[in-house]
């Protein structure tokens, strides 16, 4: 397919890195990383071929919830650097071909932010900018996303006399999106770092941001739509990426349709798919996973799935019944220490697999091949592992381990040169981004295979989620098959093609017509 057209609509075959700048790299050894030290590190992200940076919150802060809780949405954390090291990092980032998005947080703010200080006052112009009551609902504890926390969504202000509402912690007071004041800030924000040069935007936590009471705006989801419409005029190549995890029915409304073509969402996080292909993993069958990709519906015109093997919060599995839920705990995290609000796993993949390099390379070929947009969270490239020492979810968030990526860099066989190659393979295959996307039958359960058409262009991935070889006929296709990830060619006889599979292997093919 033409590469004009993937150049158009460039977060389809993107490759998305996530990462915190104060646990990247520390530039003046004062034991928290910063901007500059982030920009010296920036041909890492070059050589591994990242297109796309996602930075957490780097803004001013009281540190409560990791940068969550912001005090200033114009500003930069003063540990991190300044508004002129933030420019100069993202000048640098796109000599090297690479984007800049970065999170909005903007369904709560600190409750040190000068808008809820002074919104605690009755006759202030910003006490209408937070939710407040007289009295907290009948069903004020339902819903509480930190229960091991918060046991309620109201908390009483002493000196606002009411309650207010906080979907997070109570030290994050909910804004009010039904206020034109806040809407219009919102859009507000959003331009000025579009001017220092981001490329768009992860939106936290956006069924949150809309289930605010918006009594006054007839469709919450009107809103989200405003935001992309403003986005795309400042910037018409703007992206925004969103956090909603919900069944695929409910998450396909927040790409929003208007004449077959997305106008709220361009991206949407694949919870779903990520938790099935969990349970995949510690049953060693492609079943969950399968069905799961076979029921996921098809985007509208121009917006993708974003798929990922982790993100930087507890690994949910919320999705997932009990009983399932108990089998990935009881496989990758049966430790009560190693799992997080009941619902979820405060590890990264290397300990959850028993550091076996054949089913960690495994995982990564199946996030670069499955239909969507990667999504890479930093250290992955290398095998970072969880540190339970750390609270909660800051166990997953520990110091990017550099000493990995120079041991690891001339190493043909390691990690980070798997992941390379990965990326260089899904960048020259824009089918697996860009095609129609169809399982593939192989008559044993433990195997996952499926291909990707377009323009004439076919490529099949097949993937072995046992500790066992395999042996596979795949039908329906012609040709040969010619191997992207090793030397090597499989012959199409009568439609039929025979593929052998050590323990947890992987194989990628173009078909070649002849």
Known sequence: MKLTRTADLWWKNAVVYCLDVETFHDSDGDGCGDFRGLTQRIDHLHRLGVTCVWLMPF?????????YDITDFYGVDSRLGTLGDFVEFVRTARDRGIRVIADLVVNHTSDKHPWFQSARDPGSPFHDWYVWRDKPPPDAEKGVVFPDKETSLWTYDRKAKKYYLHRFYKHQPDLNVANPAVRDEIARVMGFWMELGLSGFRVDAVPFLLEAPVEELPDPHD???DLRAFLSRRNGEGVLLGE???PYAETMKFFGQADGVGDELHLCFDFVGMQQMYLSLARQDAGPLTHALTERPVPPRDCHWATFVRNHDELTLDKLTVPERQEVFDAFGPDEDMQLYGRGLRRRLPGMLGFDLRRIRMVYSLLFSLPGTPVLFYGEEVGMTEDLAVEGRGAVRTPMWWDAVAEQRWDGESLLAWTRLL???YRECPELAWGTFAVVESGDSAVFAHRCDIDGGTVVAVHNFAEREVSVELSGLEGVLTDVLVDGTVEVVDGRARVEL?????????????
Do not use: K
Not at 59 to 67: A, C, L, M, V
Not at 502 to 514: A, E, H, I, N, S
């Open 423 to 425: 990326i260089e393979r």
């Open 502 to 514: 050590g323990p947890y292997d992987c194989r990628w093919f173009r078909q070649v017509r002849r």
């Open 223 to 225: 809103y989200l739509g």
């Open 244 to 246: 909603v995890n919900l």
């Open 59 to 67: 803004f001013p802060t009281p540190e409560r919830d990791d940068g």
